[in-house]
């Protein structure tokens, strides 16, 4: 199992629009490519609190999240969707990305069911 944290620092004023553009299209577009979402928050406090958004995928391997990402970004819908949401200008600033596994802690639960 491999977990990707994501972290995209919004443009300065362009917050709402990125939550609005989560909550309107990508969760769904990701439901549709078969991504696993298992968390999604702003920061509230931190680096970048206020102006944040925080969210983890789970993919079965490298592989299975390529092929995800892939098929996500080549999606018609989401370059309708990334397209227009950023018409006044861009969204997101800064994205960091990183790829995680519990493969060293057998005791840790790594599905929905432990």
């Known amino acids: ?4 944290l994501r972290e995209y620092t919004a443009v300065p004023g362009r917050l709402p629009a990125l939550v609005e ?8 577009i990701f439901r549709k490519h078969g991504m696993e979402l298992v ?5 509230d406090v931190g680096d970048d609190s206020k102006n944040e958004i925080v969210y983890v995928l789970r993919f079965d391997s490298y592989d299975d ?11 018609p ?5 990334a397209a227009r949401s950023e018409e006044a200008g861009p969204l997101v600033a800064r994205v ?19």
């Open 1 to 4: 199992m491999i977990y990707e």
């Open 21 to 28: 553009r989560f909550n309107s299209a990508t969760c769904r």
């Open 39 to 43: 968390f999604l928050s702003r920061t």
């Open 65 to 75: 999240l390529q092929s995800k990402w892939a098929a996500f970004f080549a999606d």
């Open 77 to 81: 819908e989401w370059k309708t969707v």
């Open 96 to 114: 960091r990305r990183r790829l995680l596994t519990t493969a060293d802690f057998p005791g840790v639960e790594s599905g929905p069911t432990g």
